[in-house]
């Protein structure tokens, strides 16, 4: 079953089960993928990886919208965006924990000789390609500097 299915499937679950915050985030994510389906130049098709990348733009763009919120203190806006974010988490793949990407990244390094700052760009590009959807950019590039610096 492809995830705009699953998505729908899961509407019509909140729906029935009267869920409107669920309902709500669940929308947000189906109007996403059509809107990234219908993009000029877009494949029939969304690629797992596609959708993958949408699914993570959702939730980032609620996690900086949580923390807009939660610095103005408006804590009504800050419940809603993250309980968006936990209903469109599910559907990404399991997150790698920070130890685990220091053990990959230090593998990575290794692997292609990388010896400084100066070679980060290699590293991030390859890290970025081989973690996706396992990891955010943010700590990527935080474990990175770290341990190239």
Not at 60 to 78: C, G, H, P
Not at 110 to 120: L, N, V, Y
Request: charged share 30%; glycine share 6%; no cysteine.
């Amino acid at each position: 079953m492809s995830l705009i299915q699953q998505i729908d499937q899961d509407i019509k679950l909140a729906m029935l089960a009267k869920q409107a915050d669920r309902l709500q985030a669940l929308r947000a994510v189906k109007s996403a993928l059509l809107l990234a389906k219908t993009e000029k130049g877009a494949a029939e098709e969304l690629t797992p990886e596609a959708e993958i990348k949408v699914l993570q733009k959702l939730v980032k763009q609620r996690k900086e919208s949580a923390d807009i919120y939660k610095t103005q203190n408006r804590d009504d806006l800050y419940q809603i965006e993250i309980a968006e974010m936990q209903v469109i988490e599910p559907y990404l793949p399991q997150q790698m924990t920070r130890f685990e990407i220091e053990g990959f990244i230090q593998e990575l390094i290794e692997r292609i000789g990388a010896t400084s700052i100066q070679d980060m760009g290699r590293v991030m590009g390859m890290a970025n390609k081989e973690l996706a959807g396992q990891a955010d950019g943010k700590t990527i590039s935080e474990v990175v500097k770290q341990l190239l610096g």
